[in-house]
């Protein structure tokens, strides 16, 4: 295993120079689309990318990365995660369109996985200065403080992650305060500081979650699939939920069937 402080100092210098000085300050061809038109990659998102795969690698030799843009270039990437090897998990640039728009809620995500299992994660904040991470078995925590999640509440009361609202009318009839942030980073953020009670996910790539669903359980948390499968970090389809407790869990799940 590695240290998470200095895994977070590497996240943290590498924010500050890739990152924070081309928020609001991107160049003409700093910026392009892949697969739709608000899927954007920038020149931060390759050359953290770029940062973080060298400091990472070189802290812990025998390591690999999958990272968010060496897949885009290259999917059989992910393929290393079936393997034995270490394997961080990179998230350069998480809620890119919203670092592209100038809007603050952006962030990295930093995984550490070996065998399928999730050993460690961070969720840094930049323009906050603020890094949740986790280690497996040893709880989760922010700023030298240990995270909790929020109490439960009954569902009509808790506030949600969600971006479907016509896909999940149910839900989106019963819970009324959403707190959607277009960044899986903050709305996982969100869950750990009490901001949110879950967030609901169908897009489930695992630079996106890894980090998070750790933390998150790390934290108190209770997550699994829709259908009662337990995330694991790869690329998964279905409908996933990290909630407060079983119990909320169980009542979110109750308005997606």
Request: overall charge negative.
């Amino acid at each position: 295993m590695v240290d998470l402080g200095r895994v977070e100092t590497i996240i943290r210098d590498v924010a500050e120079s890739a990152i924070l000085p081309r928020f609001r300050n991107l160049k003409a061809g700093d910026v392009r689309t892949k697969t739709s038109p608000r899927d954007f990659v920038t020149i931060a998102d390759l050359e953290s990318e770029r940062l973080l795969t060298r400091a990472l690698t070189d802290l812990l030799p025998g390591s690999c990365v999958v990272g968010e843009e060496s897949v885009a270039v290259d999917k059989s990437v992910l393929d290393l995660l079936k393997g034995e090897a270490p394997v961080w998990v990179i998230d350069p640039v998480d809620g890119t369109a919203n670092f592209t728009d100038g809007n603050p809620n952006f962030g990295v995500m930093v995984a550490l996985v070996q065998a399928g299992v999730t050993l460690a994660g961070w969720i840094h904040d930049p323009l906050g200065n603020r890094t949740a991470m986790a280690k497996r078995g040893e709880g989760a925590w922010m700023t030298g403080e240990r995270l909790r999640v929020a109490e439960t509440v009954p569902v009509g009361e808790m506030t949600g992650a969600f971006y479907s609202k016509r896909a999940l009318a149910r839900l989106a009839e019963a819970v009324k305060k959403r707190r959607c942030t277009g960044c899986a980073a903050f709305d996982y953020l969100g869950t750990l500081t009490g901001l949110s009670h879950f967030v609901l996910f169908t897009r489930l790539m695992p630079w996106d979650h890894a980090a998070g669903v750790l933390i998150h359980a790390e934290a108190g948390g209770f997550s699994l699939l829709a259908d009662g499968r337990t995330y694991a970090p790869q690329p998964m389809e279905g409908v996933f939920i990290a909630a407060c407790a079983e119990q909320a869990w169980t009542a979110v799940k109750d308005l997606v069937d």
